[in-house]
């Protein structure tokens, strides 16, 4: 997965952990993402050893600056170029886990003494996301 030469738009190689282990296109894919929202992304995540999705370098967990969490899901679902998103709106920071890796849609929420995961539908998201946001 090297990108050394990769230009981007938006990002900067010192927002990434690991910058180097990133997937080429799914950088690219994330710039563009940066273009759509047209506000600043944080990225809180991007490749790591603990996670399938992580570890394929196609995936970074982030929020987006100026937006719900709800919200942040559906612009990422409206630019219709990730295969997974994850909704989290527990973290300190509420935000979303996005990938070009593998299919998927979930929520997490907190059970009170860990997270735990779900699958993001209406009913959920009434019961788990809109009482705090």
């Known amino acids: ?4 030469n990769i230009q981007l738009k938006y ?12 997937d080429i296109d799914f950088l690219k894919t994330l710039d ?14 991007d490749y790591r050893d603990n996670s399938e ?13 100026g ?3 709800l919200d942040m899901y559906f612009l990422a679902e409206k630019f219709g ?16 886990h996005i990938d070009t890796f593998k299919s998927g849609r979930w929520l997490a929420y907190n059970s009170g003494t860990r997270q735990e995961y779900t699958a993001l539908n209406s009913e959920n998201i009434k019961r788990y996301v809109l009482p705090i946001i």
Not at 1 to 4: D, E, H, I, K, T
Not at 11 to 22: A, I, L, Q, T
């Open 67 to 69: 937006f719900d969490v």
């Open 32 to 45: 563009e993402f940066r273009e759509f929202a047209g506000k600043p992304i944080i990225i809180h995540s």
């Open 81 to 96: 170029k990730f295969k997974g998103i994850g909704l989290y709106p527990n973290w300190n920071n509420p935000g979303l």
């Open 11 to 22: 990002f900067k190689e010192r927002e990434f952990n690991n910058f180097g282990k990133m």
């Open 1 to 4: 997965m090297q990108n050394v």
């Open 53 to 65: 999705r992580h570890k394929s370098g196609q995936a970074v967990d982030i929020r987006i600056v």
